[in-house]
């Protein structure tokens, strides 16, 4: 199939001129069920960034199936009960398409919600489209029919953090530090597994949690991670608990090499910056802005022009969109039921590299090529983010047939 994102206008020719079976005053609605306020309102409000600026380009192009997109957006204050009455109301509103990312507790409950409210609304099905929340047990013990899984989760990255440290001979102690809910248990519980079957020689010096977007000042757990004598830390805090993490442990004047999964988030590369962390805080991800790869340069270059006061965005956001209307293309239809059945197996050429990444039908999980980087000051040649004059930098790449980890998935699919 046609590579999805071929300019900054997002061309997708696929979806232009042929409507199969729908009208072209009908929309298509798609219910952003996120926090756009509180505490994880930045976070939230990338991906409604980027959302919104993915829709725009393809509506000014055709839509999708001659349909237009229509993008809602519905505030969960990161909260699962208030998550679900915001899905109720979508549902209510004609949406049949959720779009979650941010805090694993959440999407729980929302696959929950979901699988039971297809079972009791035949002919009203909705699809769950997760685009950051990876607790493994949402492809594991808890998978769903109707819920996909766009980024990798705890085990997949683990696995690759744990490959990439156990030929490090310089870590010999490591601290673990996490927020306290089911996700940050999951990278504990993990990293400590991973570590031991790698590395055993390494010794774990610390296990802290802490609360949830409610710490403002994380000296207190800095000095604990000084005093633990420890030479890396893994953590993985996102949003402002990353941020405010790594000031803490600049001011402190903190020497340890940092190993996340999302130092690239709001505020996470100025908070590297300031602290003149060079070439000390590593993230895994499934892409970065100085790839070389020139179709993700120039829709990147376009979204961060348009956004220049948030210039942060989430490759596997273009990944998930891509997919989802290839599926609605392919399925002639935008109800979840033709949907589900298209992106399960499906295969597709990734945003920031170009390279294949595939849907396993057996538990919903995407996988894709991941790439372990480093951030330092850059030239004017390379992407800087946040206008910091740092940019990330390829330290490793994990191809897709080293990412794939087992399941315990057994899928009970709707007859």
Not at 58 to 74: F, P, R
Not at 197 to 202: F, T
Not at 361 to 373: E, N, R, V, Y
């Amino acid at each position: 199939m046609k590579k999805l994102f071929a300019s900054t206008a997002i061309a997708l020719s696929l979806f232009g001129a042929t409507a199969l079976h729908a009208a072209a005053e009908e929309t298509i609605k798609i219910g952003y069920v996120d926090p756009l306020s509180g505490g994880a309102a930045s976070i939230g409000q990338i991906g409604m960034n980027q959302l919104k600026f993915i829709t725009d380009n393809v509506n000014e192009n055709g839509g999708v199936m001659g349909m237009q997109v229509e993008l809602v957006g519905y505030d969960n204050k990161l909260d699962p009960q208030a998550s679900l009455v915001q899905i109720q109301k979508a549902i209510d509103q004609g949406v049949r398409i959720i779009i979650q990312g941010n805090g694993s507790s959440v999407a729980s409950a929302i696959t929950d919600f979901v699988s039971k409210h297809n079972e009791r609304n035949p002919g009203k099905e909705v699809v769950y489209l997760n685009y950051a929340a990876i607790d493994p047990s949402l492809t594991n013990d808890k998978c769903n029919y109707w819920h996909f899984a766009f980024d990798a989760n705890v085990d997949i990255k683990l696995e690759a953090l744990a490959n990439f440290i156990k030929d490090k001979d310089d870590v010999k102690k490591v601290y673990l530090i996490s927020q306290d809910y089911s996700f940050g248990h999951s990278v504990a519980e993990t990293a400590e597994a991973k570590l031991k079957e790698k590395r055993p020689d390494i010794e774990i010096v610390g296990n802290e949690f802490h609360p949830l977007v409610k710490v403002t000042d994380f000296s207190p757990y800095v000095a604990k991670i000084k005093a633990s004598g420890a030479d890396t830390v893994i953590t993985g805090n996102w949003g402002q608990d990353l941020a405010l993490l790594i000031k803490a442990a600049g001011d402190a004047g903190l020497d340890v090499d940092w190993y996340t999964f999302y130092a690239g988030g709001a505020g996470g590369a100025t908070a590297v910056a300031q602290a003149g962390l060079d070439n000390k805080v590593f993230q895994i991800t499934e892409g970065i802005n100085n790839l070389d790869h020139a179709p993700m340069k120039e829709t990147a270059s376009a979204f961060m022009t348009r956004f220049s006061d948030a210039p942060v965005y989430y490759p596997r956001m273009f990944n998930l969109t891509g997919m989802l209307f290839e599926a609605i293309e392919e399925a002639g239809s935008a109800n979840p039921v033709d949907i589900a059945p298209k992106l399960e197996g499906k295969k597709y050429d990734t945003f920031a590299s170009g390279d294949e990444g595939f849907m396993r039908a057996d538990d919903h999980q995407f996988f894709q090529p991941l790439f372990i980087s480093a951030l330092t000051p850059v030239g004017d040649d390379q992407v800087q983010e946040e206008n910091t004059g740092w940019g990330w930098q390829l330290s490793a790449t994990i191809p897709v047939e080293d990412t794939i980890v087992p399941t315990t998935c057994k899928m009970e699919r709707p007859e």
